[in-house]
């Protein structure tokens, strides 16, 4: 696996996928830096060389070009984290951005207009890449958050680089977290999916199969599994059609020796809504006319027990329906659970959309072993497919 380590980048160009798609307010302010912040590393470190360097990435879902997804509201903020001033190309290719990066200095920056004011970047166009390839020396992936897409930056660019192709270090980091969980991972390993639907989780589920010692499923997925061992749900959500499946996974779990574990107790709620009368009650025997909407005291109690004692742990997807404060407690100490853990030794990884964010509002961040960055690429990783932007690094 190639990264920075294995090149000399004095007085060469890097040109660096990342992942600027970040979050504006109504002034076109970034309102979190988060994913700029994150390629940081990768940046300093190739300008500290001796090389130079342009950045190159997406901006929201333009249609054509659209001045409200210009990468230049974001100029005055990539400076100021970079801590030196940042040139911009109004264009990804073409005559500007050819004679930008021509007179770029070491250690200069060039940012590039949105690739995806360019059908060509999505479509995986090979001309379109061999442009935005021949604006540098060496290509740098470093955009986890788009490496499951064979897009004209994250994927085809690499093939005009046949050697001077690597891994910039955020990338390697989700690599190399990834494979602490499903490949080189210390015994025992507990995963943790929550969220709302077996059904996108299915593939997930039955891809760490073979790789864990327990299994907790929590969240609304949770209802499904109940009914189809023949509890009372009352009100919560299920998906009738993926019963059979839930009991399938049940009967794979115990021929592959995983211990699944869903909870006994939850919060049920007469109303989907903050305000909503609660009580605890065995996961089995929901009233009528009451719905889960998160993990009752013993499930907790049961599911510290099994956090504390592994030494891998992995999480995707909230216990509860954690946007509403009432409904945020299962998920919060799961958190705690994983952060105690974590503080004893065991490593900890956290990605896929939902309980990164459930991570950053309860505080957690910094107690994890690893938040991953890319939600979408996250999943696809524990499905088990190869990512085509981690394949083009290693081809
Ligand atoms: P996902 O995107 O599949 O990871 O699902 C995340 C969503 O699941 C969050 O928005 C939660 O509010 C929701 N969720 C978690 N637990 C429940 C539940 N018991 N009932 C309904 N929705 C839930």
């Known amino acids: 696996m190639k990264t920075l380590n294995d090149f000399d980048f004095a007085n060469k160009k890097a040109i660096i996928r990342v992942d600027f798609n970040v979050p504006l307010d109504e002034n076109f302010n970034v309102t979190d830096a988060t994913r700029i912040e994150a390629a940081k590393p990768t940046i300093d470190a190739i300008l500290a060389q001796g090389g130079s360097v342009i950045l190159m990435s997406h901006l929201g879902r333009p249609k054509g070009v659209e001045a409200k997804y210009s990468l230049q509201h974001i100029l005055k903020t990539t400076s100021e984290i970079l801590g030196v001033p940042v040139q911009f190309a109004a264009n990804c290719i073409g005559d500007q951005a050819q004679t930008a990066a021509q007179n770029l200095k070491p250690g200069e920056v060039l940012l590039l207009e ?74 025992p390993v507990t995963a943790v999916l929550g969220g709302s639907k077996v059904s996108s989780k ?24 109940v009914k189809a ?126 309980s990164v964010a459930a991570v950053k509002q309860f505080g957690l961040e910094d107690k994890m072993s690893y938040v991953s960055t890319g939600g979408g690429a996250m999943l696809e990783m524990l499905e088990g497919r190869v990512l085509p932007g981690i394949a083009a690094i290693l081809d």
């Open 114 to 187: 949105n690739l995806r004011f360019h059908d060509e970047e999505e479509a995986g166009d090979v001309a379109f890449a061999k442009e935005l390839a021949s604006l540098g020396d060496i290509y740098v992936n470093d955009a986890f958050g788009t490496a499951h897409r064979a897009h004209a930056s994250t994927t085809i660019i690499a093939q005009f680089f046949p050697n001077e192709k690597c891994f910039g270090l955020l990338l390697a980091k989700e690599i190399e977290s990834l494979n602490k969980v499903l490949k080189n991972s210390e015994k």
């Open 202 to 225: 299915i593939t997930v589920i039955e891809n760490i199969l073979d790789k864990v010692d327990h299994m907790i499923i929590g969240g609304g997925m949770t209802f499904t599994f």
């Open 229 to 354: 061992l023949g509890g009372k749900i009352g009100n919560s959500i299920c998906e009738d059609d993926k019963q059979e499946l839930a009991l399938e996974i049940l009967r794979l779990a115990k021929e592959k020796g995983v211990q699944i574990h869903i909870p006994v107790d939850v919060i049920a709620a007469d109303d989907f809504s903050n305000t909503a009368n609660t009580q605890v009650v065995d996961v089995r025997e929901i009233p009528d006319g009451w719905q889960g909407l998160d993990a009752g005291p013993k499930s907790l109690e049961n599911f510290r027990n099994v956090i504390m004692e592994s030494k891998t742990i992995l999480w995707n997807g909230p216990l509860g329906v954690f946007e509403m404060p009432s409904f945020a407690n299962g998920t919060i100490a799961l958190g705690n659970f994983i952060a105690e853990s974590t503080a004893n030794g065991a490593f900890s990884l956290v990605g896929g959309g939902d």
